[in-house]
C-alpha cells in the first residue's frame, strides 16, 4: 500500500513556472515507477509524465515535452513534476500516482493522491 499527498498548486500566469512535490509512504515506494496525470474540468484525466524507479528512464505527453521535467529522490520518497513555460490549457488538477503499467499508448495508476489544484491565467 503506498499514500501520496501532493503539493506545490497554485494560481500562475501564462509563461510561469510551478513545481509540484508528491510525497510517498509505503515501504515498496522505491521499486514503483512514478507519475502524474491531469484531469481539466469537463474532460478525462490524462496522463502527463512517469519516471522509473531509478529515475533512469522518463516518460512525458507531447503536449508538455519540452516545457515539464519529472524527477524522484527516492532518499525522501518524493517525486516532483517541474512545470516551466505554462499555458492556459495546463489549467488542471494534477494528481501523482504510483505503481504505473503501461496501458495500451498511455499508462494507468495503481495508487493516487487526492490531487493539487494548478491555474494558469492568460
Known amino acids: 500500500q503506498v499514500q501520496l499527498v501532493e503539493t506545490g498548486g497554485g494560481l500562475v500566469q501564462a509563461g510561469g513556472s510551478l513545481r509540484l512535490s508528491c510525497a510517498a509512504s509505503?515501504?515498496?515506494?522505491?521499486?514503483?515507477?512514478m507519475g502524474w496525470f491531469r484531469q481539466a474540468p469537463g474532460k478525462e484525466r490524462e496522463f502527463v509524465a512517469a519516471t522509473t524507479w531509478s529515475g533512469g528512464r522518463t516518460y512525458y505527453t507531447d503536449s508538455v515535452k519540452g516545457r515539464f521535467t519529472i524527477s524522484r529522490d527516492n532518499a525522501k520518497n518524493t517525486v516532483y513534476l517541474q512545470m516551466n513555460s505554462l499555458k492556459p490549457e495546463d489549467t488542471a488538477v494534477y494528481y501523482c500516482?504510483?505503481?504505473?503499467?503501461?496501458?495500451?499508448?498511455?499508462?494507468?495508476?495503481?495508487?493516487w493522491g487526492q490531487g493539487t489544484q494548478v491555474t494558469v491565467s492568460s
Open positions: 500516482a504510483a505503481d504505473l503499467k503501461p496501458y495500451g499508448s498511455s499508462w494507468v495508476g495503481a495508487y
Open positions: 509505503g515501504r515498496t515506494y522505491s521499486t514503483y515507477v
